[in-house]
């Protein structure tokens, strides 16, 4: 057995708990589907408030400490160096903690909210402007401040109290040192393992629709099942590789890769596409945003409009922070705290600013025909819109290849994080762990796929997480009580 009777027990329940919720899709689907939805209905009914109030203080807390009397420390010993350079960093944050995504909703939800505005007329340019700080919304500040708060703490705990990378060792103060050999710890590791395996399943299998989407559009493959099945087969031996090759071979060389193909196309896009338009929204949706930062802060009395998006959104970043938390955690040694919440909170968001300004203004800006019928096919609503510009089909290209690198690198992370969490936080997790998971992840998504089962399994994955709302904010207490120890 590849795994010590110590590691045995975390696993083997993850495990357990992962082919259960396959049987039970794929057996009782509607079943199994109405139960999942409602409970995610009495999350977001129910406890709406506290996601708002939640995200409001993660980000709060991380600005607040990156210009606190503790920055300067270090997530390491005093003298330890950064083992990344900033570029291999923020591209394997980056695409870690968003990449596919951004491809994947980069043109749709600007198009959603550009059709469906909340308190202006559809089309309008207000909708226009509502749509483009909607999306800075949800995909700037707010996410990377979930994950700058648990990855920052379990940096700390692992590379400077020296403590395995266990989502469990947060609860150290509470609990004791022994906390991931306790019932309690146990739990907590097991759902850290579903919500990070529900996530990057999802991810594989939104994936796969938009690839298997774009070929359709632009080269006539069918979309089908055997086709799905390939482009998941090619790609699971691809991030097996990547995540068997470690960190420093495999993961940061395509981290890289992917970055550099991003900056392509959006530069292409932005030259081919309104120029002027683009950047005109950029720096007007900076201050839209801006004030909606403000706005945010109440978390009551909001439309309904909100439950669908900003506090789904919310509610889904939670459900990624312990796969990414844990992930970002492993390649910031050597950081000080400064520099890591800066780094985490700054340059992914204003990449994620940049991509929404310049793929959100050139879908709107072709008016709201083409907008419906863009958003009436979400994995296709990219190539639709670039095929109504110079050298569309050049850039939809990019972008199928884009999303097949950012695919492997989302997936190979995945496999990664999950080695760790089911080896006792182990930072260098053998071949044979990440080989298991990295197969367990692509069949979890090609059952679920095939079954019609995705969307089900995102739910689950954002009700399994709802717990680490909690968790966050005792990972706030947790490194607030470390750090008072420390000698400054």
């Known amino acids: 057995m590849f795994l010590s009777k110590k590691d045995n027990k975390v696993f083997i329940i ?27 209905t009495f999350l977001v009914d ?7 109030i939640s ?15 503790y920055g300067n420390i270090k997530l390491g010993d005093d003298n330890s160096k950064p083992e990344y350079s900033y570029v291999s960093w923020f591209a394997m944050l980056f695409s870690a903690g968003m990449g596919i995504g951004l491809v994947f909703w980069g043109v749709a939800e600007p198009l959603n909210h550009y059709v469906a505005p909340l308190g202006v007329d559809s089309g309008s340019e207000l909708a226009k402007r509502f749509a483009i700080k909607k999306s800075f919304m949800h995909w700037g500040l707010h996410p990377w401040a979930v994950y700058s708060i648990l990855a920052l703490s379990l940096a700390y705990i692992q590379f400077r109290k020296k403590y395995p990378c266990l989502i469990s060792n947060l609860f150290i103060p509470f609990f004791g040192k022994d906390v991931s050999t306790k019932k309690i710890g146990k739990s907590i590791d097991v759902l850290a393992i579903f ?13 796969t629709l938009q690839i298997n989407s774009g070929l359709n559009y632009l080269f006539n493959i069918p979309e089908n099942s055997m086709i799905q099945t390939i482009i998941i087969l090619i790609v699971t031996v691809l991030f097996i590789i990547s995540a068997v090759g470690g960190v420093d071979r495999g993961i940061k060389i395509l981290s890289n890769l992917n970055v550099l193909m991003a900056i392509v196309l959006l530069l292409l896009s932005m030259v081919i596409g309104p120029t002027l338009d683009i950047l005109n929204s950029f720096f007007i949706g900076l201050k839209d945003y801006s004030i909606d930062l403000i706005l945010e802060i109440n978390p009551f009395e909001k439309p309904d409009w909100y439950k669908s998006w900003t506090i789904f959104y919310w509610a889904w970043w939670i459900s990624w922070a ?6 970002i955690a492993r390649i910031s040694k050597g950081r000080t705290i400064r520099e890591f919440i800066i780094g985490v909170l700054l340059v992914p968001s204003i990449v994620s600013f940049l991509w929404f300004s310049t793929f959100g203004t050139m879908a709107t800006n072709l008016g709201l025909a083409i907008a419906n019928s863009a958003v009436s096919k979400t994995s296709t609503a990219f190539f639709i819109i670039m095929n109504n510009y110079p050298l569309g089909s050049s850039i939809s290209i990019v972008a ?22 089911s080896s006792n936080g182990n930072l260098n997790p053998n071949n044979k762990t990440k080989i298991t998971w990295g197969i367990l992840q692509s069949l979890l998504a090609l059952s679920l796929l ?32 470390f750090l008072s120890q420390e000698n400054i």
Do not use: H
């Open 46 to 52: 129910e406890f709406g408030w506290l996601y708002l």
């Open 55 to 69: 995200m409001t203080l993660f980000l709060i807390f991380s600005i607040m400490l990156a210009f606190s009397k």
């Open 400 to 421: 199928i290849i884009l999303l097949c690198t950012f695919f492997v690198t989302s997936a190979d992370s995945a496999t990664f994080v999950l080695g760790m969490m």
């Open 450 to 481: 095939l079954s019609g089962g995705l969307s089900m399994l995102q739910t689950i994955s954002i009700v399994a997480a709802f717990p680490f709302i909690f968790v966050i904010l005792s990972s706030i207490l947790c490194l607030i009580k």
């Open 322 to 327: 312990p796969f990414v938390g844990t992930f």
């Open 14 to 40: 993850s495990i357990i708990l992962v082919i259960s919720i396959v049987l039970c899709c794929l057996i009782i689907p509607n079943s199994f589907s109405t139960i999942a939805n409602k409970a995610l």
């Open 195 to 207: 919500a990070t395996i529900g996530g990057a399943a999802t991810s594989l299998g939104l994936g």
